[in-house]
Structures are given as structure tokens and as C-alpha cells.
């Protein structure tokens, strides 16, 4: 399946600050005006060290949910993308279009804070990952990798 983002002329996504990932599936699909009737009471957490940092910790629904923000890498930028509509032909290709660009993101968790090997704390790390694997190899790198293979040669026919 091909994925495709467009880009339509008319309207650029517009630049938000931050966008708050909950732990829970809302089944509706309309509209809702949450500016009006939803106003998060978030508090700043301590980190274990003392520090006051970028964790977080409120209720939604009754139920302890604890965050913490989460920014794009350096060059990189998180994008609120939307499904254009598709017909029967376009099964195989999906296409998005961008709604929303994110300054950060704020993950949150039931109980306890998201931890550094969770998912939703490490993709900014994975996304740099991907992009130094996908680049092209420097001659200085290409020359390390062909003395290491040589090395290894010759340890394992001795």
C-alpha cells in the first residue's frame, strides 16, 4: 500500500503548540467544541532528581493520567495529518493532507509517566535513526567499514 501526503495550494497547515496524545479511543467522528468545554487542569511534576521538567499529571475522567512533552528533532516536524477522501479505485494508495504543524507533543499515560523506552516517547529518537540509516555513506565511513570487514578477515582465518 502506497502512502502519499499532499499538499493542497489553498491552505498550509497552520502551526499549533502542542497536541496531547491520550491514552483512550474517543468513538465520535463529528466535530466538538472541547475550546469551550474543555480547559486542562495540568500540574507540573517533579522529576526524580528534583528538577522540575517537562512532566505532568492530571485526571481525565476520574482517572490519574500522567504526560510528558515530547519534540520533534532538530529539522524535523511533527504534522496533525488527515485522510483526504478516497474512493473504491484508491485502495491501494492512501492519501494525507496536513492539518495541523506541532511545536510538541504531550504523551500521556494511565498511573504512571511514559517512560524513555516507550513508543510514543521514542520517536524522535527512532526518526533520526531512520533518517542516518537511509542516508548516503561518507568515503571516510565507506574506508572504516572496508578496514573493520579486513579485520575481521583476518581474525577469523587465524
Keep these: 500500500m502506497d502512502?502519499?501526503?499532499?499538499?493542497?495550494?489553498?491552505?498550509?497547515a497552520k502551526t499549533h503548540k502542542t497536541a496531547h496524545c491520550l491514552p483512550c479511543t474517543i468513538h465520535h467522528t463529528g466535530k466538538a467544541n472541547a475550546k469551550k468545554y474543555f480547559e486542562p487542569l495540568?500540574?507540573?511534576?517533579?522529576q526524580p532528581d528534583g528538577d522540575q521538567g517537562d512532566l505532568f499529571?492530571?485526571?481525565?475522567?476520574?482517572?490519574s493520567i500522567k504526560g510528558c512533552?515530547?519534540?520533534p528533532?532538530?529539522?524535523?516536524?511533527?504534522?496533525?495529518?488527515?485522510?483526504?477522501?478516497q474512493t473504491q479505485s484508491d485502495i491501494e494508495e492512501r492519501t494525507w493532507a496536513p492539518v495541523n504543524?506541532?511545536?510538541?507533543?504531550?504523551?500521556?499515560?494511565?498511573?504512571?509517566h511514559p517512560q524513555s523506552n516507550d513508543a510514543a516517547v521514542t520517536w524522535p529518537q527512532a526518526a533520526v535513526v531512520a533518517?542516518?540509516?537511509?542516508?548516503?555513506?561518507t568515503s571516510e565511513a565507506m574506508e572504516e567499514l572496508e578496514?573493520?570487514?579486513k579485520q575481521q578477515m583476518a581474525n577469523g582465518s587465524s
Design 147 to 149: 578496514a573493520f570487514h
Design 57 to 63: 499529571s492530571t485526571t481525565f475522567r476520574g482517572r
Design 3 to 12: 502512502i502519499v501526503l499532499v499538499e493542497h495550494p489553498k491552505a498550509s
Design 101 to 112: 504543524e506541532l511545536e510538541t507533543l504531550t504523551m500521556w499515560k494511565l498511573e504512571s
Design 131 to 137: 533518517e542516518e540509516a537511509h542516508a548516503p555513506m
Design 73 to 85: 528533532p532538530k529539522g524535523m516536524k511533527a504534522l496533525h495529518l488527515q485522510p483526504t477522501t
Design 69 to 71: 512533552q515530547v519534540q
Design 42 to 46: 495540568v500540574q507540573q511534576d517533579p
